[in-house]
């Protein structure tokens, strides 16, 4: 008899735990639901450290300078910074187009710069033998692409520090 008490007992105890992890789930997406459209409020939620969903947009971060966007599955753009990435998604939603084309327009310069830098980096790391010219052209194309992505790279920081200050936080935070 007490074999078929514990019995019971466990199955009862096991059934009411999987009914609450149940309702909590219900509740916690019902409540997610009434943030994200109820609210038109951009929640972001962290998958794990190389994916973030924001609504309908999703982050890949493949690395420090690669954060990919996506709209449903569309690529929307390359960001070589994160903060950039999430805030052009944060403006795409509450619509203010024209600081996002900025934001992502400055991105775009600073990306291309960065992949130049790349370029002349490998270029002078390469072991081939160069003749002294070739080396010398190397080395001036590199520190004028240095100089050309670190302007480029304090116009996205400085889109990037307007944005924060933006009336649009209030609503989110």
Known sequence: ??????????????????????EIKGWAKKELNYLRYALNVPVVIPVNDQHFVIDEYTI???DDHNHIVKKEGKLIHNFINKKAAI???VLEKTRNYFIAYELIERDKI?????????????KL???????????ELWISRYLESKAQYSQAKRELEKSISNAKYMKIWDKIL
């Open 60 to 62: 890949f971060i493949k």
């Open 87 to 89: 805030i052009y998604i």
């Open 110 to 122: 600073a990306g291309k710069m960065y992949n130049e830098l790349m370029l002349y980096t490998s």
């Open 125 to 135: 790391t390469n072991r081939k033998p160069y003749d002294t010219f070739q080396k």
């Open 1 to 22: 008899m007490n074999k078929v008490e514990s019995i019971i007992k466990e199955e009862l105890g096991k059934t009411l735990v999987n009914l609450a992890v149940r």
